[in-house]
């Protein structure tokens, strides 16, 4: 979203992706949620933890990065609110 040319411009592409890739995503994140613990090295279970986190915590600083464009501009915000929205439900299923 970032390296788009504007704000509105990143946050409808970030959308359009999630949208088009919502069900590859759902499935990966299933089975992320299957794997047992003596399925995966120490290594392996650190290195997807922190990967899970990373995405997590910079989807939700979206909205601390943009806050004065949401301020600003209804449509933006409501665009970015969903896409966070969206992002959390899809993580938390």
Not at 14 to 42: C, H, I, P, W
Not at 48 to 55: D, P
Not at 70 to 79: E, Q
């Amino acid at each position: 979203m970032k390296s788009a040319p504007n704000p509105m411009a990143g946050v409808e592409a970030a959308q359009a992706y999630l949208d088009q890739n919502r069900e590859s995503l759902r499935g990966k994140m299933q089975g992320v949620k299957t794997v047992r613990g003596f399925q995966l090295s120490a290594e392996a279970k650190k290195t997807l933890e922190t990967s899970m986190l990373n995405g997590a915590s910079a989807v939700a600083g979206l909205q601390m990065d943009y806050v004065t464009q949401m301020a600003m501009n209804d449509a933006f915000r409501s665009k970015l609110e969903k896409l966070v929205t969206d992002y959390r439900n899809l993580v938390s299923e």
